[in-house]
T-cell receptor, first 115, second 111 residues
């Protein structure tokens, strides 16, 4: 079956530090990959996505590249801000399995950015 | 922009009460979902629906039921609330191309 593994948190960084949150996946087909962000007290918001190998998703300074050879989709940002403090979820949608409408989520990584 | 609205942000109920959590989406999506979110467990799928009056069990359906009488509305029902159902409940809808649009969540406390 499908699964997503994220690096465990919490992650604490100083403002302007470089961020990497690791995500690897297992899928039987050819999944689309997503990063969602959840700010305190809110629901999840789509941050970025990639639908095929070597695609790069980007938004708000965050980037992630779909690496089929390493089955990874690591989230990166060159310079984090205090406002980036949130929980980040990696997820996949397997378009070939017949369950395209469902997502498989990682367990989430809490990021705290200190001023 | 897609908007998914959950009727209550915070609820406090007593053990044994019947609880309704309502969710409405405004983008004519066929697919709607209910998840619960618990610390250390991530998001777990309770029920989902592909069409009006259609429902399917997710990974943790026990103790829950759902209703989809109209395309835009998907309700989660706790027939007899228990303390282990204290959680954050997230509703989402999805277009045919995949991905999910979430509501802001309903935090339920069962005393």
């Amino acid at each position: 079956g499908n699964s997503v593994t994220q690096m465990e948190g919490p992650v604490t960084l100083s403002e302007e530090a470089f961020l990497t949150i690791n995500c690897t996946y297992t899928a039987t087909g050819y999944p689309s990959l997503f990063w969602y962000v959840q700010y305190p007290g809110e629901g999840l918001q789509l941050l970025l996505k990639a639908t095929k190998a070597d695609d790069k998703g980007s938004n708000k300074g965050f980037e992630a590249t779909y690496r089929k050879e390493t089955t990874s989709f690591h989230l990166e940002k060159g310079s984090v801000q205090v406002s980036d403090s949130a929980v980040y979820f990696c997820a996949l949608s397997d378009l070939t399995s017949g369950s395209a409408r469902q997502l498989t989520f990682g367990s989430g990584t809490q990021l705290t950015v200190l001023p | 922009d897609v908007k998914v609205t959950q009727s209550s942000r915070y609820l406090v109920k007593r053990t044994g009460e019947k609880v309704f959590l309502e969710c409405v989406q405004d983008m004519d999506h066929e697919n709607m979902f209910w998840y619960r979110q618990d610390p250390g467990l991530g998001l777990r799928l309770i029920y989902f629906s592909y069409d009006v009056k259609m429902k399917e069990k997710g990974d943790i359906p026990e103790g829950y039921s759902v209703s989809r009488e109209k395309k835009e509305r998907f309700s989660l029902i706790l027939e007899s609330a228990s303390t282990n159902q204290t959680s954050m409940y997230l509703c989402a809808s999805s277009p045919p191309t995949g991905g999910l649009f979430f509501g802001e969540g309903s935090r339920l406390t069962v005393l």
